[in-house]
């Protein structure tokens, strides 16, 4: 085994060292004769009779050289090099050709390598840490089914009672990913993401701070939890990498913390963007019943060795279970999901389906480009029939005339290949530049990286196949006996020829069809969601969102005081037409609460009726331009002492009391945190659409802001002219009630709109160029094909034409095939096509796409395109001159 | 006259070369080549040149070794030197076809059973 290895080593060796190895064979042959010359010499024989003798006991010199060199090197190599030299030479001698199916492939390639980069940065990099699948994440399963509802985080009591009942972790720990807190160490006070943790967390997860240290034990005790970690970001953008930070204390929230440690820039967690990292504190107020309703933590823990997942999941399924007959009132129905580490991420980030729909789209745009290169391939192999045919006729074997076909195949995917990752740099670039539109996603850096690398070269060498196969396959079948005689004098082309280039064809038109409608159906939705009616009206506004701390705003009058304050303050700034402020903007998509209506029966957990809930202040209405339709909005003395009072829009009015008269009907909500009280409805508006980028409208319930105020809210001022021009006033404003208290996404409702609806244009619009991409790629093979078979056929149309036949017959004849082709290939395509809207909606969340005439414009523009396609080289035919074409080779 | 030497089996030539060396000590390629037609007897149909082949396949396996050196005639020549794995690999391919052609001869010794067809 060994010397085999050993020699298999030196014979690969040997192939790169031909020169020098042939050279001391020479010398070594050269020495051999001269020996035995000299030897024949002393026996006495004359000179030139010795040397002959000497030559004849040697053998054929050159027979010895190659039987030296088979022994030595590996012969299967060498006719590889051959193949290749050959396949070069051949391809440098006609560049058209070469430069057309190069340049082809490359596109594809490179489009396949950018958007593989998007799925090697979200969907493959490892999360940082410590064998992250070994770390489990526990979320809760809302019994009210919506977008992503099996991740729903953990209430306080359950993460106390789970951690301690459980035998499958070696640790637990909690973090609370949406924190907000306010930095006014050094400049505009800047409100930041940040994320409380419990003191193992970053010990559960396995990493290590890159400067300093992260929590120990007890620091999340009232008292020392006063402490902080910064991301690597914040601390290069905000402190200038100042190593001496650690230890010194910086001003959070109106409050002192002292810097422990730095992270590196590498830990980050996909989809989970803090700034920062202080000590979640559980105090006796979250152990109460009343914490079971605010599910704010997410579980991370690390399973003990050789406990499975699934029997984790199973002991959280009765953990869960258990706190559901314990405490039904606010348990009943919720479930536990268990997932590892980077599944949940992946999952949570929920950016799988869309990456599939790209990866499927440009890899069936490089399907029709190798379709292409194969057919420019095939109508190459066939105008060298007859070198094939020498070539066997000599002696080749069918499977070296297939392997050298393949080589040919082969070097071109690697030149499209090599090209495709030039243009591969510059497009992941390109998209990278584009990824703005979402703090999570611009935290992924997309690279060039070896996934990226290793997937080109798989690509390329599928390419190569399914570029070479068809003419290798086609080619080895070359009869000689016909091909040798075929003197171009035959009527027409073979016809199992022109049957592989046909379903080529066919299929690039049905891919193309395919792509066209599916991505049609995308543009159709985005074209939807861009200019429909949200319900208000966005011009004009102005907006941005506060969190008041605990430290100044604990007591909700304070937060009502403020809220009221700011108000009136905001109403008086020049250029401001009405001021409000809500728990959520317009089409932000607002938190869903669940609710029971007065006097029906109460419903299973998970069939309780929910609705978007939104506290809003006064002004709301007017502000945003939402139309009152029945009773009366909220007034001044809808007060935390009054009797309390909602609106619903129309939907709700709709969905949950079948149109019956809301006005006096009584409503009771499952807010967190509070016991639930009834609730009279005394107004109805209008719909607003729930969030700007879809299209659905959702039973809405508005709570009037003074009865019940948010610690986190935003503002919104309805401006005069251009609403950007309030931006100065407004900080000015808010400064002037509180100099510490930061601001968030200041911008005009369009601007915030806009980046909420962010990445889909975006790649909607990069999917619907590579459809049109793969329709003219489809339309070249369609022209490609016609032109060749008229080029085949010219001697056949002389015929005709010589018998008779008018040039609008011949024009006919030609298009009729064309049109032949595409007509089967479009019906192909809409049949695949037709279960597309009903995938998309499964695919993603809150999508509903029907757009029938889609099925009807997409193949009308496709015969189009292909008819022109087709119709260039079908005119040339019909100016072919009979007696040319008859005398024609 | 070719019919009557005896044609080289596949790998016997290789064995012939391990035991020249074996019994020669560094030897060169004509020298070699020399040896074996001197022993058979000129019995071996053996082309001269056929011998690189098999050199080189034995050097590559590790079983001999070669070093350029000065021959008897003052000419720079590849001396080859069997290896001590060259040995043990020569033992056992001397071994297997010594029990090879005593089986032969047994075979072949075989008496004709009287009365075929």
Same mark, same amino acid.
């Given at each position: 085994m060994i010397d085999w290895l050993r020699q298999s080593f030196h014979r690969t060796r040997s192939v790169f060292r031909r020169a020098q190895l042939d050279h001391e064979l020479h010398a070594e042959l050269a020495a051999h004769l001269e020996l035995a010359i000299q030897e024949n010499l002393e026996r006495g024989m004359p000179a030139d009779e010795a040397r002959r003798q000497a030559l004849i006991r040697f053998g054929g010199m050159e027979q010895v050289k190659e039987q030296h060199r088979e022994a030595r090197g590996l012969p299967i190599l060498d006719v590889l090099f051959q193949d290749l030299r050959y396949a070069v030479r051949g391809l440098v001698k006609s560049p058209g050709f070469t430069t057309a199916a190069v340049l082809t492939l490359a596109l594809g390639i490179a489009m396949n390598a950018t958007m593989f980069s998007m799925v090697s940065a979200f969907l493959l990099r490892r999360p940082p840490g410590r064998e992250p699948n070994r770390v489990a994440v526990v979320t809760s399963i809302n019994p009210a089914s919506g977008f992503l509802a099996d991740t729903n985080p953990v209430s306080a009591p359950n993460y106390l009672a789970w951690r301690g009942a459980n035998d499958d972790f070696a640790d637990m720990a909690a973090a609370d990913e949406s924190r907000t807190v306010s930095l006014t160490s050094q400049g505009q006070p800047e409100a930041l993401a940040s994320a409380a943790v419990s003191p193992n967390y970053f010990a559960v997860l396995g990493v290590s701070a890159q400067l300093g240290r992260t929590f120990s034990d007890g620091e999340d005790q009232p008292g020392r939890d006063h402490v902080v970690i910064l991301s690597h970001e914040l601390w290069e953008r905000r402190f200038g990498c100042d190593a001496s930070l650690i230890g010194r204390t910086i001003r959070l929230s109106r409050e002192n913390y002292t810097v422990l440690g730095v992270m590196p820039a590498s830990f980050r967690l996909l989809g989970f963007t803090p700034q920062l990292w202080t000590p979640l504190v559980l105090t006796a107020a979250d152990q109460t019943a009343a914490a079971r309703r605010d599910r704010s933590l997410l579980l991370f823990a690390r399973l003990k060795s050789r406990v499975t997942l699934e029997h984790a999941r199973a002991e959280l399924v009765t953990l869960a279970g258990r706190a559901g007959e314990n405490f039904p009132e606010t348990e009943k129905g919720w479930g536990a999901a268990v997932r590892t580490l980077p599944d949940f991420l992946v999952y949570n980030f929920?950016?799988?389906?869309?990456? =599939?729909?790209?990866?499927?789209?440009?890899?069936?745009?490089?399907?029709?480009?190798?379709?292409?290169?194969?057919?420019?391939?095939?109508?190459?192999?066939?105008?060298?029939?007859?070198?094939?045919?020498?070539?066997?006729?000599?002696?080749?074997?069918?499977?070296?005339?297939?392997?050298?076909?393949?080589?040919?195949?082969?070097?071109?995917?690697?030149?499209?290949?090599?090209?495709?990752?030039?243009? =591969?740099?510059?497009?992941?670039?390109?998209?990278?530049?584009?990824?703005?539109?979402? &703090?999570?996603?611009?935290?992924?850096?997309?690279?060039?990286?070896?996934?990226?690398?290793?997937?080109?070269?798989?690509?390329?060498? $599928?390419?190569?196949?399914?570029?070479?196969? &068809?003419?290798?396959?086609?080619?080895?079948?070359?009869?000689?006996?016909?091909?040798?005689?075929?003197?171009?004098? $035959? =009527?027409?082309?073979?016809?199992?020829?022109?049957?592989?280039?046909?379903?080529?064809?066919?299929?690039?038109?049905?891919? $193309?069809?395919?792509?066209?409608?599916?991505?049609? %159906?995308?543009?159709?939705?985005?074209?939807?969601?861009?200019?429909?009616?949200?319900?208000?009206?966005?011009?004009?506004?102005?907006?941005?969102?506060?969190?008041?701390?605990?430290?100044?705003?604990?007591?909700?009058?304070?937060?009502? /005081?403020?809220?009221?304050? /700011?108000?009136?303050?905001? *109403?008086?700034?020049?250029?401001?037409?009405?001021?409000?402020?809500? @728990?959520?903007?317009?089409?932000?998509?607002?938190?869903?609460?669940?609710?029971?209506?007065?006097?029906?029966?109460?419903?299973?957990?998970? *069939?309780?009726?929910?609705?978007?809930?939104?506290?809003?202040?006064?002004?709301?209405?007017?502000? =945003?331009?939402?139309?009152? %339709?029945?009773?009366?909005?909220?007034?001044?003395?809808?007060?935390?002492? &009054?009797?309390?009072?909602?609106?619903?829009?129309?939907?709700?009015?709709?969905?949950? %009391? *079948?149109?019956?008269?809301?006005?006096?009907?009584?409503?009771?909500?499952?807010?967190?945190?509070?016991?639930?009280?009834?609730?009279?409805?005394?107004?109805?508006?209008?719909?607003?659409?729930?969030?700007?980028?879809?299209?659905?409208?959702?039973?809405?319930?508005?709570?009037?802001?003074?009865?019940?105020?948010?610690?986190?809210?935003?503002?919104?001022?309805?401006?005069?002219?251009?609403?950007?021009?309030?931006?100065?006033?407004?900080?000015?404003?808010?400064? *002037?009630?509180?100099?510490?208290?930061?601001?968030?996404?200041?911008?005009?409702?369009? &601007?915030?709109?806009?980046?909420?609806?962010?990445?889909?244009?975006?790649?909607?619009?990069?999917?619907?160029?590579?459809?049109?991409?793969?329709?003219? /790629? $489809?339309?070249?093979?369609?022209?490609?094909?016609?032109?060749?078979?008229?080029?085949?056929?010219?001697?056949?149309?002389?015929?005709?034409?010589? /018998?008779?036949?008018? @040039?609008?017959?011949? %024009?006919?004849?030609?298009?009729?095939?064309?049109?032949?082709?595409?007509?089967?290939?479009?019906?192909?395509?809409?049949v695949l096509a037709l279960p597309l809207p009903k995938l998309f909606d499964a695919m993603f969340y809150g999508l509903h796409l029907r757009e029938p005439r889609l099925y009807f414009i997409v193949p009308v523009a496709i015969l189009v395109v292909a008819t022109l396609a087709t119709y260039i080289p079908a005119r040339r035919a019909t100016r072919v001159d009979p007696i040319s074409a008859l005398r024609q080779d | 006259m070719a019919e009557s030497k005896l044609d080289l089996l596949q790998g016997t030539l290789d064995l012939m070369v391990l035991q020249t060396l074996a019994t020669m000590g560094s030897l060169h390629g004509y020298g070699i080549a020399r040896r074996i037609e001197q022993v058979s007897g000129d019995k071996v149909l053996l082309n001269q040149g056929t011998i690189y082949a098999s050199l080189v396949r034995l050097q590559q396996r590790g079983w001999i070794s070669a070093e350029w050196g000065t021959s008897s005639n003052n000419r720079k020549a590849k001396f080859y030197c069997i290896t001590k794995r060259g040995r043990k690999q020569l033992s056992e391919d001397a071994a297997h076809w010594q029990r090879l052609s005593s089986v032969m001869g047994r075979v072949l010794a075989m008496p004709e059973e009287g009365g075929h067809q």
């Open positions: 929920s950016i799988r389906n869309g990456l =599939a729909v790209m990866m499927t789209t440009v890899g069936f745009v490089l399907m029709i480009a190798c379709a292409n290169v194969a057919g420019l391939l095939l109508a190459r192999s066939a105008g060298r029939r007859k070198e094939l045919a020498v070539r066997i006729a000599l002696g080749a074997g069918r499977l070296r005339i297939v392997r050298q076909l393949l080589t040919e195949g082969l070097v071109i995917a690697s030149l499209g290949g090599s090209m495709g990752l030039l243009l =591969a740099y510059w497009g992941i670039h390109f998209v990278g530049a584009n990824l703005t539109f979402n &703090a999570a996603i611009s935290a992924v850096p997309l690279s060039l990286d070896w996934n990226v690398l290793l997937f080109t070269l798989g690509v390329s060498l $599928a390419c190569a196949v399914l570029c070479g196969l &068809a003419p290798a396959l086609k080619g080895s079948e070359t009869d000689v006996n016909t091909s040798l005689k075929d003197e171009g004098r $035959a =009527a027409s082309t073979g016809r199992s020829r022109s049957r592989v280039r046909t379903v080529l064809v066919t299929g690039e038109i049905a891919l $193309a069809l395919f792509l066209l409608i599916g991505t049609g %159906l995308l543009f159709r939705n985005i074209f939807l969601i861009e200019h429909q009616n949200l319900g208000f009206r966005a011009d004009h506004l102005f907006t941005a969102s506060v969190s008041l701390d605990n430290t100044k705003y604990k007591d909700p009058l304070q937060q009502t /005081l403020f809220a009221r304050d /700011l108000i009136s303050r905001l *109403q008086q700034i020049p250029g401001a037409e009405a001021a409000a402020v809500a @728990s959520d903007l317009p089409a932000t998509g607002p938190g869903t609460v669940t609710l029971e209506i007065k006097g029906r029966p109460e419903l299973p957990a998970n *069939q309780r009726l929910s609705a978007l809930d939104v506290l809003v202040s006064l002004d709301y209405f007017r502000t =945003a331009g939402i139309p009152l %339709l029945r009773g009366r909005t909220f007034t001044e003395t809808d007060n935390a002492t &009054a009797p309390r009072v909602v609106v619903v829009n129309q939907e709700f009015v709709h969905r949950h %009391l *079948q149109d019956q008269e809301p006005l006096g009907k009584q409503i009771r909500l499952d807010v967190s945190g509070s016991t639930p009280q009834w609730n009279e409805i005394v107004g109805v508006v209008g719909n607003v659409k729930t969030y700007s980028a879809g299209t659905s409208d959702d039973p809405e319930v508005y709570e009037p802001f003074l009865e019940r105020p948010a610690a986190s809210f935003s503002l919104m001022v309805r401006a005069t002219s251009d609403p950007n021009s309030l931006s100065s006033a407004l900080r000015d404003t808010v400064a *002037q009630l509180d100099a510490e208290l930061p601001l968030a996404r200041v911008m005009s409702m369009p &601007a915030l709109i806009e980046q909420q609806n962010g990445g889909d244009p975006f790649f909607v619009r990069v999917l619907g160029s590579f459809a049109i991409l793969a329709l003219i /790629l $489809a339309a070249i093979g369609i022209y490609g094909l016609v032109a060749y078979s008229v080029g085949q056929r010219t001697h056949e149309i002389g015929i005709r034409m010589a /018998l008779g036949a008018k @040039s609008p017959d011949v %024009l006919r004849m030609i298009l009729w095939d064309g049109m032949k082709m595409t007509a089967i290939g479009a019906a192909v395509g809409l | -």
